[in-house]
């Protein structure tokens, strides 16, 4: 897949800002996981992010364990918030478990609204 910028636009003609990984890193930064006060992206459990040519986005990214209780919910909710950045086109989230998630994933910011130092 391509990192060729697509852009937006609405019946009105109002222009959006070209589809980017920044963007769509935005949107994955609005997940929250419910027990962890710290978002998907800042805990390093996205591990790729995929934007082709006709403004399809495809995510890669784990859970803290294969027993996550929100297993369900965190990839749909990903799912969701990536989709509604303008100008994607479609949105698909895969769980992969290679490599395991472990801490040192972790930005230091949610390191340290964790206080895990």
Known sequence: MSETPVSAWTPDGEQHP??????VIAALKTV???????????LGLVYAIEI????????????????????????FMAEQAVGSVPG??????????????????????SRLAMNMF
């Open 18 to 23: 070209p589809l980017s990984e920044e963007g």
């Open 32 to 42: 929250f996981d419910p027990e962890i006060p710290v978002d998907i992206y800042e």
């Open 52 to 75: 082709g040519d006709d403004g399809s986005v495809k995510v890669e990214m784990t859970l803290t364990t294969p027993s996550c209780p929100s297993a369900q919910e965190l990839p």
């Open 88 to 109: 994607v086109t479609s949105s698909k989230v895969e769980i992969v478990w290679d490599p395991p998630w472990d801490p040192s994933r972790m930005s230091e910011d």
